[in-house]
């Protein structure tokens, strides 16, 4: 069975940083892509980035420069760390298996850790 443990989210004030984790299991970790994505209260979920077996990885345009995404295939682990965090990042992060254009369809991620931004 597989399975996508997020962790890592909570409160933090603007100009803050997080680093997410997301455990998998039930699968050949480091043979797949992964991606970060995120739903915000009442949107749709918003792709943030991917990252393939060897680490090469895209980062979306709106959080480029203060979001990275990373992965420790020995740990199954994929991370998302997040600087400057603003109030507009407040949302549940999930990770999803597939990469930016195929996690969408494969319809595989976990049920997320949310982020709140706000003094």
């Known amino acids: 069975e597989v399975q996508l443990v997020e962790s890592g989210g909570g409160l933090v004030q603007p100009g803050g940083s997080l680093r997410l984790s997301c455990a998998a299991s039930?699968?050949?970790?480091?043979?797949?892509?992964m991606s970060w994505v995120r739903q915000a209260p009442g949107a749709g979920l918003e792709w943030l980035g991917s990252i393939v077996s060897n680490g090469a990885n895209i980062v979306a345009q709106s959080v480029r420069g203060r979001f990275t995404i990373s992965r420790d295939n020995t740990k199954n682990t994929l991370y998302l760390s997040m600087d400057n965090l603003k109030p507009e990042d407040t949302a549940v992060y999930h990770c999803?298996?597939?990469?930016?254009?195929?996690?969408?369809?494969?319809?595989?991620w976990g049920q997320g850790t949310q982020v709140t931004v706000s003094s």
């Open positions: 039930g699968f050949t970790f480091s043979d797949d892509a």
């Open positions: 999803a298996r597939g990469g930016s254009t195929t996690w969408r369809s494969r319809r595989s």
